[in-house]
């Protein structure tokens, strides 16, 4: 982890100094009961068992996508190995865990699980250069988060990497979901649209990436997501423009029709609350400046 050093500035300057005297039971515990806070995760279930595998902790994410939490416990134990090990045992047991978020969350919740990019997220409070080199060479969808308890009342969570991974796609699904409602996935839209519309998506994801190191884009079935640790906009394309879903309360921002609208009560896919409509260069040199608002508010 890098140096990070954390100062209390009320009175006078005072320096707070971190413990490893976190009990990773008690970590578990405050991480099971602030998940969605802490990450934007839905808390499933703790140690969770499926076939010969016991997950630490499960959730759901905003994008309906299963992700499992592993806790180091020592510094010999191999918590990225462990988590991929999980990872390909709930693979092979989808219909396991549409059970229990069934059971937690309801049938249409169940019914909307995206499993084409399941996440594990690994949390220790050191890993090593090696561990974060090891992982982006996985091509997995593994994310390194370290952390620091300062006093009694602070908990630092630093995100070591952002794993730029292709999604897990299954034919035989995917195909059969495309001839039951018409729906073609993203990837199946962006190869279909227009040389112009494909050059200036390209350009809006290219000015996404620029804004940061600390985003990762996750592609899904229906959309593209780039989030920081939660989604900050979510991209769909058609025949002639490109939808935004940004995480930008409607109210702040000065509507236009034809540009922008609030999507509060409106369904959609992804996440955001603010749909923005680019069809052109000049849409997107608009629409920069809530783009860059929704990656510093995110």
């Not at 890098?2 to 976190?22: N, P, W, Y």
Request: proline share 2%; hydrophobic share 35%.
């Amino acid at each position: 982890m890098s140096d990070i050093k954390l100062f209390s500035i009320s009175d006078t300057v005072v320096e707070r100094t971190s413990s490893e005297a976190v009990l990773e039971k008690e970590l578990q515990n405050l991480i099971e009961k602030n998940m969605e806070t802490f990450f934007g995760v839905r808390f499933l279930k703790s140690e969770y068992t499926i076939s010969n595998g016991r997950m630490d902790s499960i959730g759901i994410d905003e994008n309906n996508s299963p992700v499992i939490f592993e806790y180091k416990r020592s510094q010999d134990e191999n918590v990225i190995n462990q988590g991929l090990f999980y990872l390909d045992r709930l693979l092979d047991h989808k219909a396991d865990f549409k059970l229990l978020v069934i059971d937690k969350l309801g049938m249409d919740y169940a019914d909307n699980i995206d499993w084409s990019i399941p996440c594990v997220i690994c949390i220790a409070h050191n890993f090593t250069k090696y561990d974060i080199h090891a992982v982006n060479q996985m091509q997995r969808n593994i994310k390194l988060v370290s952390y620091r308890k300062y006093d009694n009342d602070l908990i630092l969570f630093e995100h070591l990497n952002a794993p730029t991974i292709k999604p897990i796609v299954d034919t035989v699904s995917s195909s059969t979901e495309v001839k039951s409602n018409g729906q073609k996935t993203h990837l199946e839209k962006l190869a279909a649209a227009s040389e112009d519309i494909k050059n200036l998506y390209q350009s809006v994801c290219d000015y996404i990436e620029s804004l940061g190191d600390d985003i990762s884009p996750n592609q899904l079935k229906l959309y593209l997501a780039y989030k920081k640790v939660q989604n900050m906009v979510c991209i769909e394309i058609h025949n002639k423009q490109i939808l935004l879903f940004l995480k930008l309360h409607p109210d702040s921002v000065k509507l236009e029709k034809g540009f922008s609208r609030d999507m509060r009560s409106i369904g959609h896919y992804g996440t955001g609350d603010l749909q923005i409509t680019i069809k052109n260069a000049l849409d997107f040199e608009k629409a920069k400046p809530l783009i860059q608002r929704a990656y510093l508010e995110a």
